[in-house]
């Protein structure tokens, strides 16, 4: 009972200066049906997908779509739409300062005698909107939107475009649960409605909810294509990662070596805050121990450690180090206490784009040397050699612009830029996030190594697991307060939520 | 199949890919266009103790323009934008330096105050002018543009005030040394103040990280922060040094006609430094930067001009023409064009093979 295919790729191949991106790579689509693209970072998946949607030019092989009965070569997505080939990225490409309706027919608007029909468009738009059960309206500006809607209104206008195979990359990275939830709602409609959705995410949960097909890739190769139903979850990342994988053990079983009570806390806050961020807090932090921040997302997670860090400096409250009194005004002088900050967004806060690998690496020992204490390029290349190897950054050579990495690798590199100036307390604000699993595995490993070696960590990730396998200790946010700490049994899924949640607090809606 | 193009035509490709490659071909393009009507173009020749010919003129007059890109190198790789007031602050310097050698006279045959104290002063109030428009650009976080033009427009103003509206001439041989030949020396004395300025850079970069911070803060400046670099403080340094620079320059231009014309010296000269640091291959938007470019920048715009005249453009049509061959040139480098040119090659290159791989197929 073979499905009609809509799509199909055949041997496609796309070569970077280095890299073989992808090789001889396969792909089938099927009409109605939900088809996973998996695999680790840099595993050739987004390169795919922008193959097919012609941002980039295949180097070999040919894609054919139903009702064509010629190879398609796509050189835009602008052609690649007219085929019926559309794609909502993780990051919503729309205009969030101009109405619902709007972003639904921009650049088709429907006209009468040369202008706009703005009654036409808003009517036809709250059908559309109705139809897909999407629950906004037309006149509504796009900002007003919550972010799982904005991302719906994005396939809404895909759809829209008479699309026959949707591509959704990463559409559920920045959604809760519940906007999950009614995104797959959705999807599950389209579906019936006979259209082919290529599914690109990092959650294995997720998979098995709505998918029906997995297409695996590895390393630019095609690892096959599997019915969800036949491919137990365990098997699915072992073809991921190409190695039998021990279902992420526990991690934490080798690493016994706990906080070290004597000396002073490495960190020790008293009373900090910064105005309009966080509230008062009291922290501590001593010599191997890894202390979680939980909290849902803006809850002040992120805000309490960049006040100690002094990203945003800090206007009342005391900072120990060590046991000293210091002040720290900017980040230079927390670096100068041998702290490091791995800031949340990658992308905006840390990677410097343009650079080489090795630069990145190098800029903050260099930046605490000071402007008049180059290192030597030798110095410079041995380091970042020594970190390439140590944590298996995969880059074409340490001159490779730090952009042209997969995002798993940047955030190795940030890390490897960290290590290097030998911190004595580092802070890893989402350190896995968007991040294969297999690379995750590896950072959680290494942060209990770095526990081990006597370093003070502080963690915070939104994935409750994680810190359940890497934390000796939580402390808790919520509201741009610090309301409490968790340790020892209370630290199970079910603790922490509860914790997070509050003692019967309303849920206050808006993250 | 991109390994085995690598390996019989490596060094072409090599040399086509590197990022001087392009502002150099331009270069050249420029300089061997006057063999087609000026033939004795290369030639050069000594009259009087002293080197001529058209190439020597070329690399004579683009001294101030040198000195000038490579200050609005930095500005432009650190804050993404541009110091447009380099002309003006370049006039108001002349005009310093101008008025305290002739002592408050209109004019002067003698030295009314030392010539150290002159050049001194003139490179503070330039460094100053720097200051200022650092302060606004990088604590006030004010637009670059907007910022400096206020110097822009009230620079010469000041200067007009510094000389009370007047041009102060210093007819004394020393003060035109700068602008024409060291004493028995036959090639002129700007190209050394060039050479001397572009050294120093140079050496700046080289010996100290402010090259590697100041593209940091170019191209990621939150995260450079993040980092401890203080960027604020690197960009403010990038005025200073470009505010000196325009100093520089404004003695050199200011002795070669021995005055100091308010309303002359420097006159556009911004522009075409900001068009020098584009011809160079630098991103306007900030980041990444190759001083070497914008230097040859620079020489491409200078030889150009002179070009013109050696085709008898007379000067009121000259601009014109310039902008017909500086548009060439930037559509030239523009990244569809090379796009486009690459795909030119690679599609002459591939045919066969394509060819040979569908009758495969079939």
């Known amino acids: 009972m073979e499905q009609e295919v809509v799509l199909t790729m055949r041997g496609t191949d796309k070569i970077f200066p280095g890299v073989k991106a992808l090789q001889n790579v396969d792909f089938t689509l099927r009409k109605g049906e939900i088809h996973a693209l998996m695999g680790e970072n840099g595993a050739g998946k987004s390169t795919l997908i922008k193959v097919l949607t012609g941002v980039y030019e295949a180097d070999g092989g040919e894609i054919r779509v139903a009702g064509t009965d010629r190879p398609v070569v796509n050189k835009s997505p602008q052609e690649a739409q007219n085929l019926g080939i559309s794609t909502v990225y993780q990051e919503v490409n729309l205009c969030t300062n101009i109405t619902v309706a709007e972003n639904l027919f921009i650049g088709h608007e429907p006209r009468k005698a040369g202008f706009i029909d703005w009654k036409t468009m808003n009517t036809k738009a709250g059908e559309l909107l109705r139809s897909l059960d999407i629950k906004a309206e037309a006149t509504q500006k796009l900002g007003d939107c919550s972010l799982a809607i904005q991302q719906m209104i994005a396939i809404a206008r895909a759809v829209n475009m008479k699309c026959r195979v949707l591509i959704l990359d990463e559409p559920t990275s920045s959604l809760d649960d519940d906007e999950v939830e009614k995104l797959f709602v959705l999807m599950q409609k389209l579906k019936g409605e006979g259209v082919g959705i290529v599914f690109v995410t990092h959650f294995l949960e997720q998979v098995y909810r709505v998918c029906d097909r997995i297409t695996v890739l590895r390393n630019g190769t095609l690892v096959g294509e599997y019915k969800v139903s036949e491919l137990p979850r365990l098997q699915l990342v072992a073809k991921m990662m190409g190695k039998n994988f021990d279902d992420l053990a526990d991690i934490k079983g080798a690493h016994t070596k706990g906080a070290d009570l004597k000396d002073a806390p490495v960190i020790d806050a008293e009373g900090l805050s910064h105005t309009g961020t966080i509230k008062p807090f009291n922290f501590q932090v001593r010599r191997g121990e890894v202390v979680g921040l939980t909290g849902l997302l803006g809850s002040g997670r992120s805000e309490l450690v960049r006040s100690i860090y002094g990203a945003d400096r800090a206007d009342k409250g005391k900072l120990k180090v060590n046991g000293k009194e210091v002040r720290i005004n900017k980040p230079l002088d927390a670096m100068m206490q041998g702290m490091a900050y791995l800031p949340e967004d990658r992308k905006m806060d840390g990677i410097i784009a343009d650079l080489s690998v090795r630069e990145n690496i190098i800029i903050a020992l260099q930046a605490k040397r000071g402007m008049f204490k180059p290192m030597s390029r030798k110095e410079a290349e041995e380091a970042a050699d020594k970190f390439i190897d140590l944590l298996q950054i995969k880059t074409a050579s340490r001159e490779t612009p730090i952009k042209s990495l997969s995002g798993g690798n940047q955030q190795k590199v940030i890390i490897a830029r960290w290590l290097l100036t030998n911190p004595d307390y580092l802070i890893l604000d989402e350190p896995t996030r968007g991040i294969d699993i297999g690379t995750k595995t590896e950072i959680q490993k290494l942060v209990l190594d770095l526990a081990d070696q006597d370093k003070a960590v502080t963690f915070i990730s939104s994935e409750i697991e994680e810190m359940l396998r890497t934390c000796s200790r939580m402390a808790v946010l919520r509201d741009g307060q610090k309301v409490g700490e968790i340790s020892g049994s209370e630290m199970t899924q079910e603790g922490i939520m509860k914790a997070i949640a509050g003692a019967g607090k309303e849920e206050t809606g808006n993250v | ?362």
């Open chain 2, 1 to 362: 199949m991109s390994e085995s193009t690598a390996k019989s035509g490596f060094s072409f490709k090599k040399l086509t890919h590197m990022k001087l490659f392009l502002p150099i071909v331009c270069l050249i393009a420029v300089l061997l266009s006057n063999l087609i009507k000026t033939p004795d173009f290369f030639k050069i020749a000594i009259n009087n103790g002293v080197l001529y010919g058209y190439i020597i003129d070329v690399i004579n007059r683009a001294s101030e323009l040198v000195i000038l890109a490579v200050g609005m190198t930095l500005v432009t790789a650190a804050s993404g934008g541009q110091d447009i007031s380099v002309g003006a602050v370049m006039a108001v310097a002349a005009a310093v330096a101008c008025q305290i050698l002739s002592g408050g006279e209109v004019s002067t045959t003698v030295f009314a105050n030392p010539y150290a104290l002159a050049v001194i002063a003139a490179l503070i109030v330039a460094t100053l002018c720097g200051c200022l428009n650092g302060f606004l650009v990088a604590n006030l976080n004010i637009q670059p543009m907007v910022a400096t033009l206020i110097l822009f427009t009230a620079g010469r103003g000041i200067a007009q005030l510094v000389t009370n509206g007047q041009i102060t001439y210093v007819r004394v041989d020393a003060y035109q040394i700068l602008g024409s030949y060291f004493p028995g020396n036959p090639i002129p004395a700007p190209i050394f103040a060039a050479l001397a300025v572009v050294i120093i850079a140079y050496v700046i970069l080289k010996k100290t990280t402010l090259g590697l911070y100041i593209e940091c803060v170019g191209i990621n400046s939150r995260a450079a922060r993040l980092v401890g670099l203080n960027s604020t403080k690197i960009k403010f340094i990038t005025y200073v040094i470009c505010g000196f620079l325009a100093g520089v320059a404004g003695l050199v231009a200011s002795s070669r006609i021995y005055s100091a014309d308010a309303n002359n010296v420097g006159l556009n000269l911004e522009m075409d430094a900001i068009l020098a640091v584009a011809l160079g291959g630098n991103l306007l938007g900030g980041g990444k930067f190759t001083l070497a470019g914008s230097i040859i920048g620079a020489y491409t715009i200078q030889a150009l001009t002179t070009t013109l005249y050696a085709w008898n453009v007379s000067s009121d049509q000259l601009p014109v023409y310039k902008a017909v061959v500086v548009v060439i040139i930037v559509i030239f480098q523009s990244p569809v064009f090379q796009k486009w040119a690459k795909g030119l090659g690679k599609r002459r290159t591939a045919v066969p093979s394509a060819a040979a791989k569908g009758g495969a197929v079939k």
